[in-house]
């Protein structure tokens, strides 16, 4: 076997260490210097203590379809029209015609759309309740046969660490055979979560429909009856 | 309620994250919403063919640009967001005691420290996380939704217009925009076009 000189051999690790990271070594630099200069950014802001139970994070928490095309549709009421009606890189008509669709399409937009979400966000919930108390009355019936078991082999319950460890004990193994909790206190916040994941994902489904068969012909309609109420479409003959 | 575990792990898992559930359904919303109202725009015929040359641009680059500046600008404050709580910035009350007189990365050693100790507060920390993330992405879409893309559609949607009325008037393109080019006086040039194409008319085709 020929033997590799120490010298070649280090030429060989140095290639082959440039060699490989040729196309990555770049990239994978400025990632990291752009994860330290993220890191030096973040250790030099002070500490800011919040309440996780305050009103501002639970608001926050609670945001899901509805309350986002609500906070949406204020600012944009709020913004753009503002931002259509000064734009002069068009003459003033455009402008006014944008204006006028801007402020119909978000009015007949947000509200449509927080009607929709609110809608199905209240169906998804009265149905995973619903379905989830079944789920919970069945647990619980396996849960207190299985504590009855307990009780005849003289465990005591519920006092004492070992009743506690044996309550965790039937809850674990109901769910490992069912796939399904027993903590229903626990459970409700993710219930909640995905009632809300749920009914946002169909407020989305309807407003597909929605969007054309109410917002766009609404939009259209309130246009038309703005647009002629500040004489924007009264040449018939430049409507043609 | 069969599949609710294999749904729960599918929904609850992958969209209860707010800030992802935020971009995904705002990206339907708006790709389905900019779809609707142009239609509706071709088919008004009340409204101008000139006014049609600004407004249905301007509808298709208000969802473009507000599906970008959204993927762009608001998933990434949702991760500062989240970052923020991770690395010892905005956190629980009882959390915040123990980081006052740390910095650097002790803090998120600490914090792991922490919730070790009190694994009752994972919960509160994780509802921090998802909050304040939420809230980054909140702001990210307030600012990319309703300040910058208005700019930047209207800005996209005029040149578009000019382009188009330049393009149908080509004598007067000539005529001003050779001998006058556009330097930043686009209403004085857009006026011009305006005058002169008032009695003109032609299919818009998009």
């Known amino acids: 076997m020929p033997q590799i000189s120490p010298i070649r051999n280090f030429k060989y690790q140095n290639k082959a260490v440039n060699f490989s990271g040729s196309s990555g070594s770049v990239f994978s630099k400025y990632k990291q210097f752009k994860s330290d200069q993220a890191e030096k950014i973040y250790n030099k802001i002070p500490t800011i203590g919040i309440d996780p139970d305050g009103k501002l994070i639970n608001t926050l928490s609670g945001i899901g379809g509805w309350n986002q095309r609500l906070i949406m549709g204020i600012t944009a009421i709020l913004t753009q029209p503002f931002i259509d009606y000064n734009n002069k890189k068009v003459d003033e008509r455009t402008r006014k015609y944008s204006t006028i669709k801007t402020v119909v399409k978000t009015v007949v937009g947000t509200t449509v759309g927080v009607m929709v979400r609110l809608g199905t966000l209240k169906v998804a919930q009265k149905f995973l309740v619903k379905g989830s108390d079944e789920i919970y009355s069945k647990a619980a019936k396996k849960v207190s046969s299985e504590i009855n078991k307990g009780a005849n082999n003289g465990i005591l319950w519920p006092f004492g660490d070992k009743g506690e460890d044996f309550i965790r004990t039937a809850r674990k193994s109901i769910t490992e055979k069912t796939g399904k909790t027993v903590d229903k206190a626990a459970d409700n916040a993710d219930i909640k979560a995905y009632a809300g994941s749920i009914g946002t994902a169909l407020g989305v489904a309807v407003s597909l429909v929605t969007n054309f068969v109410i917002d766009a012909p609404l939009t259209k309609f309130f246009t038309n009856v703005y647009a002629d109420k500040y004489g924007l479409s009264s040449n018939k003959k430049e409507a043609k | ?206």
């Not at chain 2, 707010?18 to 509706?40: D, E, N, R, Y």
């Not at chain 2, 919960?123 to 990319?144: E, Q, R």
Request: charged share 20%; hydrophobic share 40%.
């Open chain 2, 1 to 206: 309620m069969a599949n609710y575990n294999g749904a729960k792990n599918y929904f609850a898992k992958q969209l209860c994250d707010p800030s992802k559930f935020l971009m995904v359904t705002a990206i339907v919303g708006w790709a389905a919403s900019a779809a609707a109202q142009v239609g509706a725009l071709v088919i008004n015929e009340k409204i101008p063919d000139k006014e049609k040359k600004f407004l249905i641009p301007q509808e298709i680059m208000d969802a473009a640009i507000n599906i970008s500046l959204f993927a762009l600008l608001t998933s990434k404050l949702g991760k500062i967001g989240s970052n923020f709580v991770k690395k010892g910035i905005i956190v629980p009350k009882n959390l915040a005691n123990d980081l006052k007189n740390i910095t650097g990365k002790a803090r998120t050693a600490t914090i792991e420290s922490y919730l070790q100790k009190n694994p009752m507060e994972i919960d509160k920390f994780n509802k921090t996380v998802k909050s304040v993330s939420t809230g980054f992405s909140l702001i990210g879409s307030i600012i990319g939704g309703n300040i910058a893309t208005p700019y930047a559609r209207n800005y996209i949607a005029s040149i578009y217009q000019n382009t188009r009325l330049n393009k149908e008037n080509p004598a007067i393109d000539k005529k001003h925009t050779v001998s006058q080019p556009f330097n930043g006086k686009f209403k004085n040039n857009m006026d011009l076009y305006l005058i002169s194409t008032r009695n003109s008319s032609s299919n818009l085709k998009i």
